[in-house]
């Protein structure tokens, strides 16, 4: 069975562009979280979705937004790009929201860099 | 003041020995305490958590939450240089909806043969 998978790996833009990442989780799973994580830092909350239904937000400005599909993939778009965003963004997947267990899988990222 | 903060290192150890690393928090509401591991070039791979004070091991991990100090430590022994990766702590807490964590920075270990 695949693991969470994520595309684009990488993706180089410039500011003020638009940018949408892609998360599949893993067969089963129906919650999805996004992360960014800047070089040196570790993973900074962006997002949950469970059930196509937004479950919690990070502090992130609102150029930030996600979506949830019926087969549970899930979208992170990224509006009027700044120098700032350029980082590794993951996508974790797990059965449930709302609770903690080993069953959290993390992608391996989209590394995204804005010039 | 972050509200997770780790030693980012580097951290070099020889094969075999113990490794202590160590979070502090500053959210005494914090319920949930994780260890990740991220190899380079990779997403976080969850080690291990635990919920409220105390210890839980896993093979040649422990994981130890004192509340009371706001101190999380992972000790691994008869380290090994597959061990070699930035460990990440992370704490926070649940509610109905979902999750609230929030990361330190990472410390990066390198076992060396």
């Known amino acids: 069975d695949a693991g969470v998978t994520q595309s684009p790996t990488h993706l180089i833009k410039t500011r003020g562009q638009h940018v949408t990442l892609r998360c599949s989780p893993i067969s089963g799973h129906k919650s999805v979280s996004w992360y960014q994580q800047v070089l040196g830092q570790g993973p900074q909350f962006i997002f949950q979705?469970?059930?196509?239904?937004?479950?919690g937000r990070g502090n992130f400005p609102d150029r930030f937004s996600a979506r949830q599909f019926p087969n549970y993939s899930s979208e992170l778009n990224v509006n009027a790009l700044l120098l700032g965003d350029s980082a590794l963004y993951l996508c974790?997947?797990?059965?449930?929201?709302?609770?903690?267990?080993?069953?959290?899988?993390f992608g391996p990222g989209t590394r995204l860099t804005v010039l | 003041q972050k509200e997770v903060e780790q030693d980012p290192g580097p951290l070099s150890v020889p094969e075999g020995a113990i490794v202590s690393l160590n979070c502090t928090y500053s959210n005494s509401a914090f319920q949930y305490f994780m260890w990740y591991r991220q190899y380079s070039r990779k997403g976080p791979e969850l080690l291990m958590y635990t919920y409220s004070s105390g210890n839980k091991e896993d093979g040649r991990f422990t994981a130890q939450v004192d509340k009371s100090s706001k101190y999380i430590s992972l000790f691994i022994r008869d380290s090994q240089p597959s061990d070699s990766a930035t460990y990440l702590c992370?704490?926070?807490?649940?509610?109905?909806?979902?999750?609230?964590?929030?990361f330190g920075p990472g410390t990066r270990l390198s076992v060396l043969p």
């Open positions: 979705y469970y059930e196509k239904e937004e479950r």
């Open positions: 992370a704490s926070g807490g649940l509610d109905n909806y979902g999750q609230n964590f929030v």
């Open positions: 974790a997947s797990s059965l449930r929201a709302g609770e903690v267990s080993n069953e959290q899988f």
